[in-house]
């Protein structure tokens, strides 16, 4: 378990080594994300914070927990330009285009939004028309990412999900023709799902034609369903050939892989993502929503309240925040790695000092180890993985774990 050090005690926490935090002279770029944690139902192989509707939901008083919440954030971020927003769920669909028009237009008052700002809207293909879209437009949404999963009925099932293939169509070309930037989620290594089938949903989904697609492999999490009685998922050879066919695909129809699961058209990457990817700050408002704030002495996370019910009490007690923790020195290598080789292009080096105050060779050693098995590349300043450390992430980043 990692200790949780108190906000005030940087000072207490375990130095790497002789190396000391060395300041954040800048801030890193900031993003805002929104939680909306209710769906329609709750699919068998999701462990985010969500929540079915199994009565009405509380639409109004929520959004209205939301304003209260980011309005009590406010000092923590002030004065710091917001350059995209992430609505996430759950199902923020199920809310209406008035209720993100609402949210956004305190997002604006509150905090300097930057011009242009990317503003994401998840959506869930059975709960969304065309009038719902164009709602959520006018709010000033310019990005809609639809959870496809799969174009077959027979997966759709097996996934527990409420649309079906008919639908899955209508809502992404109804989004297409709304929005410039659209990204569809699908899956792969599904239960009983075969290679062809697999290839097939990725054809179907560059035939689309969005500007971004996310490819993932569907994972048995704990505390599912899916965990507790798994289903007969493809083997790993299988799905290793399903994701590097997909890949080859993808590749063919103009889709760059810049990130372990995300492919967009050029320039149309994720900019919400990257600045995840690339160790950057995020405010998270919303119930369970967690944040990551730097300071110019320490880097702070926190969570919220899961419960909605319950974080909708804290809120207006003033009490959103249910955790908050430095990152102790001996983690920021690795939570920095954790997030920046995921990026197919990895890092220049100057970005690590620049997002954990460390320098670089406070995991010198890591990287030589890293590159002395062939997972990590140096390219001049750049270090990124190499296609091995791609296929084997996770023993990349078991090398950064050491310290733990």
């Known amino acids: 378990m990692i200790p949780i050090y108190p906000v005030n005690s940087l000072s207490t926490a375990p130095l790497v080594g002789n190396v000391t935090l060395s300041g ?16 329609v139902r ?34 923590s971020i002030w004065g710091r330009k917001i350059q995209s927003i992430f609505f996430g769920g759950g199902t923020p669909s199920l809310f209406s285009g ?7 237009s305190h997002v604006r008052m509150l905090t300097p939004l930057e011009y242009g700002a990317e503003i994401t809207l998840e959506a869930n293909p059975g709960t969304v028309d065309i009038a719902h879209f164009q709602a959520y437009k006018q709010a000033g949404v310019n990005r809609v990412s639809l959870g496809i999963q799969s174009f077959d009925d027979r997966y759709l099932k097996a996934l527990g ?3 079906n293939t008919e639908q899955a169509y209508q809502a992404a070309e109804l989004a297409i023709e709304t929005f410039d930037r659209v990204n569809l989620d699908v ?11 697999a290839l097939r949903d990725a054809e179907i989904a560059c035939q ?19 965990h507790r009685t798994p289903p007969s998922l493809p083997d790993d050879d299988t799905s290793a050939t399903m994701q590097e066919e997909i890949e080859q695909l993808l590749a063919q129809h103009g889709y760059l892989n810049y990130e372990t699961s995300a492919f967009s058209k050029a320039g149309m990457q994720c900019k919400h993502n990257l600045n995840y990817w690339t160790f950057g700050d995020y405010l998270g408002i919303g119930a369970g929503a967690h944040s990551k704030l730097s300071f110019h002495d320490k880097i702070v996370r926190q969570s919220r309240h899961k419960h909605p019910k319950r974080y909708m009490e804290f809120v207006s007690q003033g009490q959103a925040i249910d955790q908050e923790w430095v990152i102790p020195q001996q983690e920021l290598g690795f939570e920095f790695m954790m997030n920046a080789l995921r990026l197919h292009a ?11 105050g ?5 995991i010198q050693k890591h990287l030589q180890t890293a590159m002395q098995q062939g997972l990590l590349e140096q390219n001049a300043s750049n270090l990124q993985p190499s296609l091995k450390g791609r296929r084997f992430l996770n023993n990349l980043l078991e090398i950064f774990l050491e310290d733990k």
Request: proline letters at 11%.
């Open 42 to 75: 709750k699919c068998p192989y999701c462990d985010f914070n969500s929540h079915e509707a199994k009565q009405e939901i509380p639409e109004a008083a929520y959004v209205d927990a939301l304003i209260q919440d980011l309005e009590q954030a406010t000092p």
């Open 98 to 104: 008035e209720s993100i028009d609402k949210i956004l």
């Open 161 to 163: 999900r409420i649309h």
């Open 24 to 39: 954040l002279t800048n801030p890193p770029p900031l993003s805002l994300y929104i939680h909306i944690p209710w769906c």
């Open 208 to 226: 689309l034609n969005p500007a971004h697609l996310s490819f993932y492999h569907l994972t048995l999490e704990p505390n599912t369903p899916f």
């Open 187 to 197: 899956m792969y290594a599904l239960p009983g799902q075969t290679l062809a089938d």
């Open 346 to 356: 990895g890092f220049h080096e100057a970005l690590f000092q620049q997002r954990t």
């Open 358 to 362: 460390l320098p670089l060779v406070s």
